[in-house]
Structure formats: structure tokens, C-alpha cells
């Protein structure tokens, strides 16, 4: 199927840009395309208009400070996922993107473009909400902040207005005592995951003092359950068990072509078993390589 006709703008600067999104209600902003191109073809989206961003100048940083990691608007996957930086400050950003789809779509897709997306299904606007992030949008109004607690509305639906180009999303980088795990389960690697889920934990020598976990796949947003309590201070089959029950009464997973929701419920159990316990181990080794 061929995408219905559109008008097509290509800026050569962010203010002209932002001018043609305002002008037209109906435009939308192509990045990486790996996500719109194909709804495009299906004729699940029909914009008047493609505004390419491609050709802007100085939008494709990935940038490590104190604060954590900061990724401009058109730079891909791939360096992020490449950037020692990245992953020396939130490594989290680094192990999900390592399950982002394939080597080819890591090359073109962007890791804003797949935030502001919104598809629960993806990894990275669960990172996103699990760390605490946000994203700065821009439009002919000036700028402003999206903390992630804010950004998702519903099934690929986010608070981003039409006239709006998210410029960046920033990840607050690993605190002391913190340590993180992910892991997915997908019929094929880089597939849609059937479930997965992120940790961060936070210790103070071998007590568990915070732990927070979230989910993709499972619900139509990204959802984010802070699993503290359940743990009562230690990861243990049993503390880790009921995390896993926590988190499913906040969870809605569903039937598909894919997976039964018996067996996604029983992944959710499984997995976050698995990364609390990886979030754990990696939280104690940083303290004991820092001590």
C-alpha cells in the first residue's frame, strides 16, 4: 500500500520548521521515520503535511554531564547505544537500547523520535519514565519541559502539542548506591517484546533502601511501580515474588497473536524476579568497586 498524498517540507532551519508546523494542524515531523514510514504506508497516518527535520544543524548531540545523559532530537540509536559516556553515567539507556529492533533501524531510528512515539510496546519510554526523565519541546511559542510522569496520554499518544518538535530527552544519570537491570522476552531478538522490564535499586551495603520497576508491553503507557516495600529491604525469591504481584495489580496485560495474557502475567513474574536481581548484584558491585 502506497502513503496517501502529502506535502513535504524539508527546513533548513528550526525557526522554519517550527513555522510550518504551526501553519498546518494536520502536518507531522519526520526524524528517523522508522516509526511514521511504515504507519504512512499502512494509510494508518495521513498528515497534510512531512516536515524533515533531517537537515537541521546541531541536533543529532548525545551529551553526558553531571546531571546524566542528554540526547538531541536527530541523533540515532546507534551512537547513543556506541557512547561509552552513556554508558558509564545510565547505563540503563544503554542495556535497553541494545534490544531496540535491528542493527538497520538502530542506523536511522532516533531515540526521541521513539520517546514522543509513544508505542508501550518500545523500550525506550520506559526508561524514560522509569529514570525520571523528561523531554524539551519547542514551537513558535518558545520552549518547555515534558517531565515523563506527563509525556504519555494514551496508546501511542503523547502530551507533545502538533505544532511542537521535541528538541531532546535527558535521562538523570546513576545515582550513588544505584544499580539497574532490563530484560525482554520476544519471539525473535528485535522483535515487539511480549514483556519486558527495567530496575533501578538503590542499597546501603546489602540493604535494599529503594526499587523501582518498569514495564513495556503490558499496558497501553509505560508503567513504572516503585516495588520498595515489597522487598522489605532484601531481594530474595520470595521479596522478589511479591514485587512480581505488586506490579501485575498495576499492569494490564493482554491477549494477542502473540502471547496469551496467562503467559504474560507469568513473564512479568519471571522478569521482575530477574532484573531486581541483576539491578541488586550490579548495585552492590558498584558500591564495592567505589569502597
Given at each position: ?5 502529502f ?13 510550518a ?16 514510514v ?10 497534510s ?5 533531517n ?7 548525545v551529551?553526558v ?37 535491528h ?31 523528561s523531554?524539551?519541546?519547542?514551537s ?56 519486558g ?6 542499597v ?17 503507557v ?5 516495588v ?12 522478589t ?10 499492569l ?9 495474557a ?16 541483576a539491578?541488586?548484584?550490579d ?9
Amino acid at each position: 500500500m502506497k502513503p496517501a498524498p502529502f506535502a513535504y517540507v524539508r527546513p533548513q532551519g528550526l525557526q522554519h520548521a517550527l513555522e510550518a508546523l504551526a501553519a498546518d494542524p494536520g502536518a507531522k515531523v519526520l526524524a528517523g521515520g522508522q516509526s511514521l514510514v511504515p504507519l504512512l504506508s499502512m494509510r494508518l497516518a495521513a498528515p497534510s503535511t512531512l516536515v524533515d527535520i533531517n537537515g537541521l544543524p546541531d541536533l543529532d548531540q548525545v551529551r553526558v554531564d553531571d546531571a546524566g545523559v542528554h540526547v538531541a532530537a536527530l541523533a540515532r540509536h546507534a551512537d547513543v547505544l556506541a557512547s561509552p559516556d552513556v554508558r558509564r553515567v545510565q547505563p540503563l539507556v544503554t542495556l535497553a537500547l541494545s534490544h531496540v529492533a535491528h542493527a538497520t533501524i538502530r542506523n536511522r531510528g532516533t531515540t526521541v523520535g521513539s520517546i514522543v512515539h509513544a508505542d508501550a510496546a518500545a523500550e525506550m519510554p520506559m526508561v524514560l519514565a522509569l529514570l525520571g526523565g523528561s523531554v524539551t519541546v519547542t514551537s513558535t511559542s518558545g520552549p518547555r519541559t515534558i517531565h515523563a510522569s506527563e509525556l504519555y496520554a494514551g496508546p501511542l499518544e503523547s502530551t507533545v502539542r502538533h505544532d511542537e518538535i521535541a528538541v531532546g530527552a535527558s535521562f538523570p544519570g546513576l545515582g550513588a548506591g544505584e544499580g539497574v537491570g532490563f530484560e525482554e522476552v520476544a519471539r525473535r531478538h528485535g522483535d515487539y517484546a511480549l514483556a519486558g522490564v527495567g530496575a533501578v535499586v538503590r542499597v546501603d551495603g546489602d540493604a535494599v533502601t529503594a526499587a523501582r520497576v518498569g514495564f513495556l508491553s503490558l499496558s497501553d503507557v509505560p508503567v513504572v511501580v516503585d516495588v520498595t516495600d515489597a522487598l522489605g529491604g532484601v531481594v530474595s525469591p520470595s521479596s522478589t515474588a511479591a514485587a512480581g504481584e505488586l506490579a501485575l495489580g498495576h499492569l494490564d496485560p493482554a491477549e494477542d497473536l502473540h502471547a496469551t495474557a496467562a503467559y504474560r502475567r507469568q513473564l512479568v513474574r519471571v522478569l521482575t524476579a530477574r532484573v531486581l536481581g541483576a539491578a541488586f548484584e550490579d548495585a552492590v558491585s558498584r558500591v564495592r568497586g567505589a569502597a
